[in-house]
């Protein structure tokens, strides 16, 4: 795909669709869209080390006088800040009596319980064992060695992104009935997109897929994104999948060359009928060498919603087609 020149991308990022093609007339893709290319590039993506590290919110939702709490595959788990600012983590079950601590208030880096007043630094105390917690700027991450039963790591499998302090960055979390191997399955099918989101997406074409080779394991894809009647923008992306819950789509040309989506699958355990639940915790990073680029990283709390829902359209779908997915293999009816 041509971006076109320098000068028209420093110009006007936005492209006319001169002979827009109806949704029912586009190219079929599922010929493409081979199952077993899919299946192979999700096996590859599972067999990736993770070091046990789980994706629970964004780095922006703590930091007030209650923690963050989340359930990862039935473990409940709270995070906050210490009195430095560094995240916390560790279970949410009072050590004492069993009380929830997600109810409880931070006071000056310490949480305490409500139930009787024990206090937690985010050292070990009482019984109550913290886990590593990890803050990349964007995302918070818990590690969760009895959980995840890998070889420990450090730090997260954390994708390369722009500079968020450069960058203006949202974050959208859904949750879904099936487990996370069918969210990034979703991922790993580009050949979906304007079929399924025909309002967000149209002139799609894979231009390269892996061939399990090892070499450039990603998808490239062509795409317009739409913007407004024929308007579009036009780039070249590829989607990675750099650990076993994360599929990462970077432009690589044409507008916001760099800016990344990460889509992140961490599971939450059973619901009340046995089913799987998976929370999908999506980061945009978006950033751009425009000169207007920076009113809109002033403007980021006015545009955050928007990109939010944004998301929340496109994942609507995308967990529906995650959960089909689950429903057809939990019952051996998957054709895939």
């Known amino acids: ?108 880096g310490t949480l305490v319980c ?51 302090a450069r960058a203006l960055t949202a974050v959208y979390t859904g949750m879904g009935v099936c487990e996370p191997e069918d969210v990034v399955a979703n991922r790993l099918d580009p050949w979906h997109g304007a079929w399924f989101h025909p309002y967000s997406f149209v002139d799609l074409t894979v231009a390269g897929a892996p061939d399990g080779s090892g070499d450039g394991d990603g998808f490239t894809v062509d795409v317009s994104f739409k913007v407004a009647g024929r308007l579009v923008v036009p780039v070249r992306a590829v989607f990675t999948a750099p650990e076993p819950r994360t599929v990462v789509m970077r432009i690589t040309e044409g507008e916001g060359v760099g800016s990344v989506v990460e889509s992140h699958a961490t599971p939450l355990g059973s619901d009340d009928r046995g089913r799987p639940r998976t929370a999908v915790v999506e980061a945009v990073v978006a950033a751009s060498g425009r000169p207007g680029f920076a009113l809109a990283r002033g403007a980021a709390p006015l545009l955050r919603p928007l990109v939010r829902a944004a998301a929340g359209r496109l994942w609507r779908d995308d967990l529906a087609y995650a959960e089909r997915r689950w429903s057809l293999r939990s019952t051996g009816r998957f054709p895939g």
């Open 1 to 108: 795909m041509s971006a076109g020149s320098g000068r028209e991308r420093r110009r006007l990022p936005l492209s006319l669709r001169r002979h827009p093609v109806p949704w029912e007339r586009q190219r079929p893709t599922w010929r493409e869209a081979r199952p077993a290319v899919i299946a192979g590039a999700l096996k590859r993506a599972q067999a990736r080390p993770s070091g046990n590290w789980y994706v629970v919110g964004a780095s922006r939702d703590v930091g007030g006088d209650r923690p963050l709490a989340r359930t990862v595959a039935g473990q409940e788990v709270v995070v906050w800040r210490d009195a430095a600012g560094r995240p916390v983590a560790g279970p949410g079950i009072c050590p004492h009596l069993g009380a929830p601590l997600r109810d409880s208030p931070v006071r000056c």
């Open 114 to 164: 409500h139930w009787h007043g024990l206090a937690l630094d985010g050292g070990p105390f009482a019984g109550w064992e913290p886990f590593p917690a990890y803050d990349d700027g964007v995302l918070l991450w818990v590690r969760l060695d009895a959980v995840g039963g890998e070889a420990p790591l450090d730090a997260p499998v954390v994708p390369r992104r722009p500079d968020p």
